[in-house]
């Protein structure tokens, strides 16, 4: 597609529930990228998916946080078992090279209540 | 490790007015990249500009400009003659280790500018 596609664009969970947030990139790129934002921490880098390569999944917070990538394009984050501070805004990237001017996505707010 | 500080939480100009937005970055790393980004209020962050260490040229383009001072470990960001659709949050970033795409973002500087 022509930018980053991010489904739901808002998505409202009940604490303890599992949630899966998806990711379509910009057709071609082989860079992947997850961020979360919120009020108290600003940007928070997740995962990384490069073409084949084992993804860096040194910013997830706890292992309740997972990700896979599909086909080399569709990714989709899963939280399991949502704490009220998992509330935020997650934000997918997608870049050409890993280069790191990427193109983000209007991301998913996600409230746990 | 790498750390962004962006000092300013939030600066309020005129229309047409010059501001700056500062950037003081650390790294550990001698090859890294710096990177600006915009955030609207519509949300959507917005890619500006990508700095290689090794390049110290000050950049512009329009209305924009950034100096790159190695020496102060600084990145800042220019508009000249501001307009309303300025407004945004503004964040600075360095890449993190040695992946180049992973980054560090500050905590953004607020831009509001009135008319």
């Known amino acids: 597609g022509a930018g980053v596609s991010q489904s739901p664009s808002n998505k409202v969970t009940e604490k303890g529930k599992d949630v899966e947030l998806r990711c379509d990139p910009i057709?071609?790129?082989?860079?992947l990228y997850w961020y979360r934002q919120s009020l108290g921490q600003g940007l928070e880098f997740l995962i990384y998916?490069?073409?084949?390569?084992?993804p860096d999944k040194s910013g997830l917070p706890s292992d309740r946080f997972s990700a896979e990538r599909t086909g080399g394009s569709v990714s989709t984050l899963t939280i399991q078992r949502t704490q009220q501070e998992d509330s935020a805004v997650y934000l997918c990237a997608s870049d050409l090279w890993g280069a790191g001017g990427y193109t983000f996505g209007s991301g998913t707010r996600l409230t746990v209540v | 490790a790498q750390k962004v500080t962006q000092a300013q939480t939030e600066i309020s100009v005129v229309e047409k007015e010059d501001v700056t937005l500062d950037c003081v970055y650390e790294t550990r790393d001698t090859t890294y990249y710096l990177f600006w980004y915009k955030q609207p209020p519509s949300g959507e962050l917005v890619f500006l500009i990508r700095?290689?260490?090794?390049?110290?040229q000050n950049e512009i383009s329009g209305r924009y400009s950034w100096n790159f001072q190695k020496s102060t470990s600084s990145f800042n960001f220019t508009i000249t003659a501001s307009q309303v659709v300025d407004s945004a949050v503004y964040f600075c970033?360095?890449?993190?280790?040695?992946?180049?795409?992973?980054?560090?973002f500050g905590k953004g500087t607020k831009l509001s500018v009135k008319p």
């Open positions: 998916f490069q073409g084949n390569s084992a």
């Open positions: 700095r290689n260490s090794f390049d110290e």
């Open positions: 970033a360095v890449n993190y280790g040695g992946s180049q795409g992973n980054l560090i």
């Open positions: 057709s071609g790129h082989t860079a």
